[in-house]
């Protein structure tokens, strides 16, 4: 089992930025492809962005919804996946979770989670 730990969420305005970090211990992060997910109120856990392992390249992938405002990165020395934001909306706001996946932004049964973060969009 990977444990995760995320952090960096806080409340932030409209077009504001934030940096989010998913760190573990005892494992080399790098081998895992990682996703970030979110969750707001009332709605369903929906993917936000998810990066591939080493043997996949590092490759990024996102939702629609985050495309050209949210980047996944890593930092093997840190061994820690990053998600910056920039450009915050209202609707971004949510409990965000990294988490370890099988396929690209697909979680499963398998899939080891963080306790998640919150970020809060709002003026």
């Known amino acids: 089992q990977v444990q995760l730990v995320e952090s960096g969420g806080g409340l932030v305005q409209p077009g504001g930025s934030l940096r989010l970090s998913c760190t573990a211990s005892?494992?080399?992060?790098?081998?895992?492809?990682i996703g970030w997910f979110r969750q707001a109120p009332g709605k369903e856990r929906e993917a936000v962005s998810c990066i591939s392992d080493t043997a996949g390249g590092h490759s990024p992938n996102y939702a629609t919804s985050v495309k050209d405002r949210f980047t996944i990165s890593r930092d093997s020395a840190k061994n820690t996946v990053y998600l910056q934001m920039n450009s915050l909306k209202p609707e971004d706001t949510g409990i965000y979770y990294c988490?370890?996946?099988?396929?690209?932004?697909?979680?499963?049964?398998?899939?080891?989670w963080g306790q998640g973060t919150q970020v809060t969009v709002s003026s």
């Open positions: 005892g494992v080399v992060l790098e081998k895992y492809m």
């Open positions: 988490a370890t996946l099988e396929a690209m932004c697909v979680a499963t049964k398998n899939s080891d």
